[in-house]
């Protein structure tokens, strides 16, 4: 599903992020140490391979609503975005530095003249943000942030299973 927002087209989809094809820029939802982990950082090291450790390790660590730049090695794109988004009921304002993750990783992106970027549903797996307050969040800063992009104009959001990605397509539908 897909919807045009100003000059950018949204869109959701169901995947692993580790295989978006198609996109210039991918998403990491990091740790703080940028380390190979589980989840969404899991799939995206062990795609990319060992190199992108390597060059995490010098970045590392970074805060809750931070965001860095890498290579993607074997990743079939041209950039990591590495968000390392807040712990559910324990960094805080959880709100506002989730809303940063998205933030951050599109001013990055429009810095670097990025065309498209695919985002997974940062915190919502091991750091346990409910998934719908965390898609209120997302939309809300997406709506925000749109009206400023010049060089984005596909923002991809890629979810793991259907029920979230139901949660996104019904946001998706309502934003405007
Ligand atoms: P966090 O630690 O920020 O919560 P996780 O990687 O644990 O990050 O999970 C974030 C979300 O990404 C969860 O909803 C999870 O189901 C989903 N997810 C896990 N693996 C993948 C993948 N390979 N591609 C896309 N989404 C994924």
Do not use: W
């Not at 390392?84 to 805080?92: C, F, I, R, S, T």
Request: hydrophobic letters at 40%; proline letters at 6%; glycine letters at 8%.
């Amino acid at each position: 599903m897909e919807k045009r927002v100003d000059q950018v087209v949204v869109q959701c989809s169901k995947g692993d992020i580790a295989h978006q094809e198609d996109m210039e820029a991918i998403v990491n939802a990091a740790n703080a140490e940028l380390r190979i982990g589980g989840g969404v950082a899991g799939a995206i090291h062990r795609e990319a391979g060992p190199k992108l450790e390597k060059e995490t390790r010098k970045l590392a660590p970074i805060p809750p609503g931070e965001a860095v730049i890498t290579g993607a090695y074997n990743l079939p794109n041209n950039h990591v975005i590495h968000c390392l988004g807040p712990v559910y009921g324990q960094d805080k304002p959880e709100d506002k530095l989730l809303g940063d993750c998205y933030r951050k990783a599109l001013k990055i992106a429009e810095e670097y003249g990025i065309v498209s970027i695919a985002f997974p549903s940062i915190s919502t797996g091991a750091f346990g943000y409910p998934i719908d307050e965390a898609k209120k969040i997302v939309f809300l800063t997406i709506k925000e942030v749109i009206p400023t992009l010049e060089n984005v104009k596909t923002i991809r959001f890629v979810l793991h299973n259907n029920e979230d990605l139901r949660v996104y397509q019904e946001a998706l539908k309502k934003l405007y």
